[in-house]
């Protein structure tokens, strides 16, 4: 485990001195900025998806200390970590393909916190095969949209794997709209007010 943070730390002062070194020429040095930003971008989602799987991982063991040190950091709040916490569960246990993504450096934490968000908005009904799809469908886009654009995605993909179900869902959420917009009506009818 020394050698692996030994390892990180080399590749990490390897950066700061690609940072600090000087060129006189304006576009190698905005190229070589660009390039440290794009290298610690990616390394810093791959550290990421790191500390959820090891976080996933000691759930699964049962390591509770691990977990309580997670959870009262003082990095972090507590309602952070156990967002966190939560996220670490659900890559490894329902959505693989986006925690393979944040492992390779393909997204970024908060891409994969919220697509996860998105896609945890589906109906429960859907299969294994149908997650499986929606994450291949989702992943085509995180290099054109931000999170917000990805979680609103990640909530319409039900109409790809399973229109009709989409449909039916769609028109129940109008039904009830129309239902409370008539109880609003309703309440503001002339008689329900006392003119003195």
């Given at each position: ?27 190698a040095a905005a190229a070589r900025l ?84 998105g896609l945890r908005k589906l109906p ?46 769609e028109k129940k959420r109008l039904e ?21």
């Amino acid at each position: 485990m020394n050698e692996a943070v030994d390892l990180g730390q080399r590749y990490v002062a390897a950066l700061w001195d690609a940072l600090n070194t000087h060129i006189a020429d304006p576009g190698a040095a905005a190229a070589r900025l660009g390039a440290v930003i794009a290298s610690t971008r990616d390394v810093e989602a791959q550290l990421a998806g790191l500390r959820l799987r090891a976080m996933h991982e000691a759930s699964l063991s049962g390591a509770a200390a691990v977990l309580d040190e997670v959870q009262h950091s003082v990095s972090t709040t507590v309602g952070e970590a156990t967002a966190m916490l939560k996220l670490s569960l659900e890559l490894g246990e329902r959505f693989p393909k986006i925690a393979d993504a944040l492992n390779e450096g393909r997204i970024s934490l908060q891409q994969a916190n919220a697509i996860v968000t998105g896609l945890r908005k589906l109906p429960s009904h859907l299969t294994r095969a149908d997650l499986a799809t929606c994450q291949d469908t989702i992943l085509d886009y995180v290099d054109t949209l931000g999170p917000t654009q990805l979680r609103v995605l990640a909530t319409r993909l039900v109409h790809l794997v399973d229109p009709e179900g989409a449909e039916e869902e769609e028109k129940k959420r109008l039904e009830a709209e129309e239902r409370a917009a008539m109880r609003g009506v309703a309440s503001l009818h002339p008689s329900r007010f006392r003119w003195s």
